[in-house]
């Protein structure tokens, strides 16, 4: 069965234009579709059984969790995604490898502790894979800004808090069933292309046992002539940047046919 690829064509920043085509090109069903926050979706018409691939923003692929039944779906597991999770498996790869984490109430309360001589400016990103807010460096006599996230997204969300490192240059890789399959820079310019470094990281990432999804995406930081993982995203969510969509849609989905296999063909037989 070749997968259906139901495509979200409103993605803010993201243009799908591209994706919807070559998927149709290589002979598979694309349905675009607009979504607006909070929208749900009646899957009525459709197979159960069908294999079904969603590709959209976050509020998108949150709404079709709750309410799509097929495989693979959604390639985008938040628990998998959060830092909390995967830097227990890539600390030593990671840019901020001397993070600690807390609740962004207890940053507030504790904020001197961390600005310390050497170090005027600290990195604050959220835990959460979702990102409820943008991580960002903030200065010393920017206190407020922590005070703007509690606001947003309450005392008790989890984040990280690790020294700021200068980044020279930033590279974004898909990885399926343990391979890189695609790859490009994105900071300071999007470039179909990347550093031998920045590959040689993401297969060790990708060739490691612990994995985070079957289909997912890997940012590399360049800092101090090094190469460091930034974060990992899902998949269904995130941006390809300058990756060759072709590529990309060709693995995708023998990969949602694998995963499809796997899970639907045993329950039929």
């Known amino acids: 069965m070749k997968p259906t690829w139901i495509i979200q064509t409103n993605m803010e920043g993201v243009d799908t234009g591209p994706m919807v085509d070559v998927v149709s090109a290589q002979g598979m069903l694309a349905i675009p579709i607009e979504h607006t926050t909070g929208m749900l979706y009646d899957f009525s018409p459709y197979d159960h059984q069908d294999c079904i691939l969603f590709y959209g923003d976050i509020d998108f692929v949150r709404q079709v969790q709750k309410t799509a039944p097929f495989i693979p779906g959604a390639w985008c597991n938040f628990y998998n995604m959060k830092c909390s999770t995967y830097y227990a498996y890539f600390g030593e790869q990671l840019l901020n490898k001397n993070y600690i984490m807390m609740p962004v109430g207890d940053l507030l309360r504790r904020w001197d502790e961390f600005v310390i001589p050497g170090y005027p400016h600290v990195f604050v990103r959220p835990d959460s894979g979702a990102k409820p807010f943008s991580g960002h460096v903030i200065k010393y006599g920017e206190k407020h800004k922590i005070q703007a996230i509690i606001e947003t997204v309450g005392p008790e969300t989890l984040v990280v808090v690790a020294p700021s490192k200068p980044i020279v240059s930033e590279y974004r890789f898909v990885i399926c069933e343990k391979k890189v399959i ?55 969510c995130a941006g390809l940047y300058q990756c060759d969509i072709g590529v990309v849609v060709q693995y995708a989905s023998l990969a949602a046919k694998f995963e499809w296999n796997d899970y639907v063909d045993p329950i039929n037989n």
């Open 182 to 236: 695609a790859g490009c820079q994105y900071l300071p310019v999007e470039l179909p292309i990347y550093p031998t470094p920045s590959l040689r990281l993401a297969c060790v990432i990708a060739n490691h046992d612990w994995q985070p999804d079957l289909c997912y995406t890997v940012d590399i930081a360049e800092h101090d002539g090094q190469m460091y993982l930034l974060e990992i995203n899902s998949f269904s």
